[in-house]
């Protein structure tokens, strides 16, 4: 898979933003990124696609999959029971003075 296939898209959220600027005991930033990834890849082909990808270095990649969840709509019809997709994320931890440009301006 080339990087594109495993990099699906950045996951910008409050909680997120709240890893990247939080500090370490030693003042350094944690300097983390998430990123929605296909459910193939393993921490190798996602810690070389960010490298290729944002010419960065990955200090450690933490993988969890998202389960979906089930839903019910209402309609005139009666109820309709459906289920979210699954998916997986991958959280990036880069190496002291690397930043990701694409997700910062965000």
Do not use: C, H
Request: hydrophobic share 35%; charged share 35%; proline share 3%.
């Amino acid at each position: 898979m080339d990087a594109n296939q495993i990099l699906r898209r950045p996951l910008i959220t409050e909680k997120i933003t709240v890893l990247k600027d939080r500090k370490k005991r030693n003042g350094d930033p944690l300097n983390q990124y998430a990123f929605e990834v296909s459910p193939k890849a393993n921490k190798i082909q996602i810690r070389e696609a960010i490298e290729k990808k944002f010419t960065v270095k990955v200090d450690s990649v933490r993988t969890l999959t998202v389960n979906g969840k089930n839903r019910a709509r209402y309609t005139k019809t009666g109820v309709n029971y459906g289920r979210t997709r699954s998916w997986k994320k991958a959280i990036v931890t880069l190496a002291k003075d690397n930043k990701i440009e694409f997700v910062e301006g965000a």
